[in-house]
């Protein structure tokens, strides 16, 4: 309403003093003129709004190897990236299986979940960095009676448009992948958090 209340009175001082008394101006006309513009203009927001937020479809899905052979990573001194090669899903294509790196392509929530299977006798362990910061991990030590451990995490966050979420292997642990791919890292938005004003 303030919105039409602006544009009328910008219309009306944009028209001269003496035509307002004009006998050839109608403004009851004139504003019904006025009315349906903005009813129109609020209706391609709306529309604008809604097509933004269906466009926005962000979701993916990837295992350590895509292989059916044996693949053992790490032990390392130090942290290192791990890269899911595998992608089952990758839409948006916000995931690279190149680098393992996950790029927030709008400012939104995001929810990553993260499965780390440990079959030997070393520890393993993962853990899920935000611009290089950590935020969350899973880990299994050495199996005990039983010689096959399965450890997950997960979390939603609100990311920025060009947030990297990745996941890293910790020092001198060792992550195993096979023909089952029980290592898995998955993601998706939830929902956006940027606006058109209205």
């Known amino acids: 309403m303030l919105l039409f209340i602006t544009v009328l009175m910008v219309n009306v001082w944009a028209i001269p003093a003496d035509d ?11 504003l019904e003129k006025m009315g349906a513009k903005m009813k129109y203009m609020e209706k391609e927001m709306e529309r604008l709004r809604t097509e933004n937020t269906e466009r926005v479809k962000v979701a993916f899905s990837a295992s350590l190897s895509a292989s059916t052979d044996v693949k053992y990573i790490g032990p390392y001194a130090e942290a290192t990236n791990l890269v899911y090669e595998n992608a089952f899903s990758n839409i948006g294509n916000a995931y690279d299986i190149n680098t393992g790196i996950f790029t927030a392509p709008v400012k939104g929530v995001y929810f990553f979940n993260f499965v780390v299977f440990n079959p030997y006798a070393i520890s393993t362990g993962v853990r899920l960095l935000k611009n290089g910061n950590f935020v969350v991990a899973a880990s299994d030590n050495p199996p005990g009676q039983d010689t096959e451990d399965t450890a997950c995490n997960s979390v939603t966050l609100l990311l920025e448009q060009g947030d990297r979420i990745l996941l890293q292997l910790l020092q ?14 998955s993601g998706h938005l939830l929902f956006t958090m940027y606006f058109l004003p209205m």
């Not at 008394?21 to 403004?27: H, K």
């Not at 060792?174 to 791919?181: A, E, H, L, Q, V």
């Open 172 to 185: 001198n642990r060792r992550i195993y992948t096979d023909m089952w791919r029980r290592n898995t890292f």
């Open 20 to 30: 307002l008394f004009s006998p050839n101006i109608n403004i009851l006309e004139e």
